[in-house]
Nanobody, 124 residues
Framework: QVQLVESGGGSVQAGGSLRLSCVAS????????MGWFRQAPGKEREGVAT???????TYRDSVKGRFTITKDNANDTLYLQMNSLKPEDTAMYYCAAASSGIYCPPSIRLFNYWGQGTQVTVSS
C-alpha cells in the first residue's frame, strides 16, 4: 500500500514561509500525480497544487506566485514551498497521490492515496 507522510507544518506570522514535505513509500511504480490539498474548519477540501511525473504543475489561483510545488524523484519526496503566507492559508494540508492521470487536475476524485495532514496556521 502506498503511504504518504507529511511534515513541516507549524504556526507563522503573515508574510512568513513554511516548507512542507511529503515522503511517499510502498509503491512499485511511481504515482502519476502528486499534489497538495488543504481544508479549513467548516470548508471543503480544495486543491492547492499538483505535479505530474514530468514536472508539469498546476496551482490554485490564490497561491500562484507564492507557493511552489516540487518533487525529488530520487528521494520520493514531495515539497510545497509556501512564501508570503496569509491568514487565509490557514488549514490542514494534505499530501495526495494518484495512480493515474496525465494532466493531474486538482480534483479530489483523482487522488487515491492521502497522508494524515499537517497543520498550517498563519496569524495576522
Amino acid at each position: 500500500q502506498v503511504q504518504l507522510v507529511e511534515s513541516g507544518g507549524g504556526s507563522v506570522q503573515a508574510g512568513g514561509s513554511l516548507r512542507l514535505s511529503c515522503v511517499a513509500s510502498g509503491y512499485t511504480y511511481g504515482p502519476a500525480c502528486m499534489g497538495w490539498f488543504r481544508q479549513a474548519p467548516g470548508k471543503e477540501r480544495e486543491g492547492v497544487a499538483t505535479i505530474n511525473r514530468y514536472g508539469t504543475t498546476t496551482y490554485r489561483d490564490s497561491v500562484k506566485g507564492r507557493f511552489t510545488i516540487t518533487k525529488d524523484n530520487a528521494n520520493d519526496t514531495l515539497y510545497l514551498q509556501m512564501n508570503s503566507l496569509k491568514p487565509e492559508d490557514t488549514a490542514m494540508y494534505y499530501c495526495a497521490a494518484a495512480s493515474s492521470g496525465i494532466y493531474c487536475p486538482p480534483s479530489i476524485r483523482l487522488f487515491n492515496y492521502w497522508g494524515q495532514g499537517t497543520q498550517v496556521t498563519v496569524s495576522s
